[in-house]
């Protein structure tokens, strides 16, 4: 079953730590994606990733760091920078190239406590 | 950088009409223009999208219609079900292929 997994669905942390939030996808997609989702405000791009080793800032990356050592993962770290780190994360992926079309995970919803 | 809005924020249709909604964007040079559905506490599922060479594309009861002049693009749902309620987000491409600018969401309650 191809596809994009997003790992574990609910995740608690207590103030302070960072967590690192799995995104792994088996559909051989160049590009992957993160998202930050809050009520109302939509989808908002914290980082990408086009190629293996390289990832570009979105538009909230503070506080966030990512990795892309892999073609088929894409772990996302909330750090104790993070203000405001309770959200609902979700990863996407997409072809590359020519291909427009963005496929997202399940999400993690993330609770700092 | 591309700003995409849409209206209405919340619809209600009663079960059996149509659901149309809204979405404008700014930057000329956007040329994919995607439309995601997703229910409560799951990821988006893409559900229809449209590139900027065709006018509308139609899938079953769904279809999305396109104005460049205008620069908006329209989602409709005919013969509204209750499994269609859910937020409906619509997008569009910004700095060529690699990265989507999202609108904010629209709330689609289909009244049975």
């Known amino acids: 079953d191809g596809g994009i997994t997003q790992s574990p669905k609910y995740l608690f942390r207590k103030e302070g730590q960072n967590v690192t939030l799995s995104c792994e996808q088996n559909l051989n997609h160049d590009a992957m994606y993160w998202y930050r989702q809050d009520p109302g405000q939509g989808l908002r791009l914290i980082y990408y990733?086009?190629?293996?080793?390289?990832?570009q800032k979105g538009d909230i990356a503070e506080g966030y760091s990512v990795s892309r050592e892999k073609k088929e993962s894409f772990p996302l770290t909330v750090t104790s920078a993070q203000k405001n780190p309770t959200a609902f994360y979700l990863c996407a992926s997409r072809s590359g190239g020519s291909y427009n079309e963005q496929f997202f995970g399940p999400g993690t919803r993330l609770t700092v406590l | 950088g591309e700003n995409v809005e849409q209206h209405p924020s919340t619809l209600s249709v009663q079960e059996g009409d149509s659901a149309v909604i809204k979405c404008t964007y700014s930057d000329s040079a956007s040329n994919y223009f995607p439309w995601y559905k997703q229910e409560l506490g799951k990821g988006p599922q893409l559900i229809i999208d449209i590139r900027s060479n065709v006018g509308e594309k139609k899938d079953q009861r769904i279809a999305v219609t396109l104005n460049k002049t205008a620069k908006h693009f329209s989602l409709h749902i005919t013969e509204t079900q209750p499994e269609d309620s859910a937020v409906y987000f619509c997008?569009?491409?910004?700095?060529?292929?690699?990265?989507?600018?999202f609108g904010k969401g629209n709330q689609v309650v289909v009244i049975p």
């Open positions: 990733s086009q190629i293996v080793n390289d990832f």
């Open positions: 997008a569009a491409t910004l700095y060529g292929n690699n990265r989507l600018a």
